[in-house]
């Protein structure tokens, strides 16, 4: 099976900072990879699929860059809405298992 | 834009059975999407559960695959998740979503990329005597 593995699992920052994510694959997944926001009590929400992708109505801020096993979610600017915990997903396992990883949580400086 | 409501008993007895129901909105469950049942215990990450296609089709997480029923009913417009033999390791928040497929052609081939971009609000269920 296909491991997703994130780091940080938790940074502090402030407002206007930028922040980048890794995510990693225990294997090439290409660019099967999605990432999702979470705050608490909330659904997940897409942020990025196919490893660049950005989802509609998503701030450009957000980007999502990598293939084969290293991928990386930046937000250029961080907003106070950004405060939340990030989740990597690989889809690229067949027949299909979606894998999370641990997840970021980011937090104020 | 669809719309999943998750529905079911927040309390289940150990042992028993925990079934949830998902009930799509704003489009038709014969749409061409696939539909997953994802769960995220308190305090912890998401697991994915599994899926189901309107045909019937489904994939499961093998480490869940024994104790795992998928099923849709077309008729009402939902889709449903049951799970056998429950521990309090099963006491999570299950969300329903919506997968969509977005289809590339490239230089390396065919690409079929699935994401989660609909989600319902999630229902708690605690596993407890």
């Known amino acids: 099976d296909i491991q997703m593995t994130q780091s940080p699992s938790s940074l502090s920052a402030s407002v206007g900072d930028r922040v980048t994510i890794t995510c990693r694959a225990s294997?090439?997944?290409?660019?099967?990879l999605n990432w999702y926001q979470q705050k608490p009590g909330k659904a997940p929400k897409l942020l990025i699929y196919?490893?660049?992708s950005l989802q509609s109505g998503v701030p450009s801020r957000f980007s999502g860059s990598g293939s084969g096993t290293d991928f990386t979610l930046t937000i250029s600017s961080l907003q106070p809405e950004d405060f939340a915990t990030y989740y990597c997903?690989?889809?690229?396992?067949?027949?299909?298992?979606?894998?999370f990883g641990p997840g970021t949580k980011v937090d104020i400086k | 834009q669809v719309q999943l409501q998750e529905s079911g008993p927040g309390l289940v007895k150990p042992s028993g059975t925990l079934s949830l129901t998902c009930a799509v909105s704003?489009?038709?469950?014969?749409?061409?999407?696939?539909w997953s049942w994802v769960r995220q215990p308190p305090g912890k990450g998401l697991e994915w559960i599994g899926e189901?296609?309107?045909?019937?089709?489904?994939n499961y997480n093998p480490s869940l695959k024994s104790r795992v029923t998928i099923s849709v009913d077309k008729s009402k417009n939902q889709f449903s998740l049951k799970l056998s033999s429950v521990t309090a390791a099963d006491t999570a928040v299950y969300y329903c979503?919506?997968?969509?497929?977005?289809?590339?052609?490239?230089?390396?081939?065919?690409?079929?990329?699935?994401?989660?971009?609909?989600w319902g609000k999630g229902t708690t269920v605690t596993v407890s005597s």
């Open positions: 704003g489009g038709s469950i014969s749409s061409s999407n696939w």
């Open positions: 294997q090439s997944i290409s660019s099967y």
């Open positions: 189901i296609y309107h045909s019937g089709s489904t």
């Open positions: 196919a490893a660049s």
């Open positions: 979503a919506s997968e969509r497929l977005r289809y590339y052609y490239g230089s390396g081939g065919d690409y079929y990329y699935y994401y989660m971009d609909v």
């Open positions: 997903q690989q889809s690229y396992s067949t027949p299909r298992l979606f894998t």
